[in-house]
């Protein structure tokens, strides 16, 4: 069975500091795509990356960037320079590739993150 | 935007009453899916579609089900709502072309819903 785990319930910060946030997920398949997701307080989700198994090449959006390692079976996410508009939600989440479980989502608990101004 | 709305976005009903929520898409996507968002446990798939009348249980299936009836609509029917079902539901959407889940998924607002 395919599970996320968060480690980190909630992270606190001052702006403009660097932050990662931890993803480790478990799946016997070897094709599965990663997912990273934001909650602002607002409520909605907002779609922030997919990745999938076969490309380990890490990701820069702007001030986001993430680490794929499947050795480690991590998919972790840093916010450079963080800022007020970054406080939010954040889950990762998993979906395998064939079978039965193609069509779920397996979500993380989520990680609050909090920048102070 | 994902063209995505829930209705009603709010509900407070009572135990034992029917409840259903609905979802609707104006991007003529293939897959809809029902989540629940609990405290302490992200977001957990209720029930997903793969096309109009296809549909099938996801990890919390059990009090509730659902229906496909057009390609735009998907309700979630609580046949005797439970307090243990308060929590807030979201719809979400995806492309995905065969069998392959690869497509991101976009989720609509969400609905409050209150078992009292």
């Known amino acids: 069975a395919q599970k996320v785990t968060q480690a980190q319930t909630e992270i606190s910060v001052v702006e403009k500091e660097d932050v990662t946030l931890d993803c480790v997920y478990e799946t016997r398949d070897t094709t599965y795509y990663l997912f990273w997701y934001k909650q602002p307080p607002s409520g909605e989700l907002v779609f922030l990356i997919r990745r999938n198994s076969f490309d380990e090449q890490n990701e820069i959006s702007g001030r986001y960037s993430w680490n794929f390692q499947k050795s480690t079976s991590s998919f972790n996410f840093t916010i450079t320079a963080s800022q007020v508009v970054d406080s939010a939600v954040y889950f990762c989440?998993?979906?395998?590739?064939?079978?039965?479980?193609?069509?779920?989502?397996?979500f993380g608990k989520g990680t609050k993150l909090s920048v102070i101004p | 935007d994902a063209g995505i709305t829930q209705s009603p976005r709010h509900k407070v009903t009572e135990t034992g009453t029917p409840v259903t929520l609905r979802c609707h898409q104006t991007?003529?996507?293939?897959?809809m899916y029902w989540y629940r968002q609990d405290p302490g446990h992200g977001l957990r798939l209720i029930h997903y579609s793969y096309g109009v009348k296809d549909t099938d249980k996801g990890e919390v299936s059990d009090g509730y089900s659902v229906s496909r009836s057009k390609t735009e609509d998907f309700l979630l029917t609580l046949e005797s709502a439970t307090s243990s079902q308060t929590s807030v539901y979201f719809c979400?959407?995806?492309?995905?072309?065969?069998?392959?889940?690869?497509?991101?998924?976009?989720f609509g607002p969400g609905t409050r819903l209150t078992v009292l």
């Open positions: 991007e003529n996507h293939r897959y």
């Open positions: 989440a998993l979906s395998e590739g064939s079978g039965a479980g193609s069509y779920q989502l397996t």
């Open positions: 979400a959407i995806s492309e995905s072309e065969g069998s392959d889940s690869s497509d991101e998924q976009f």
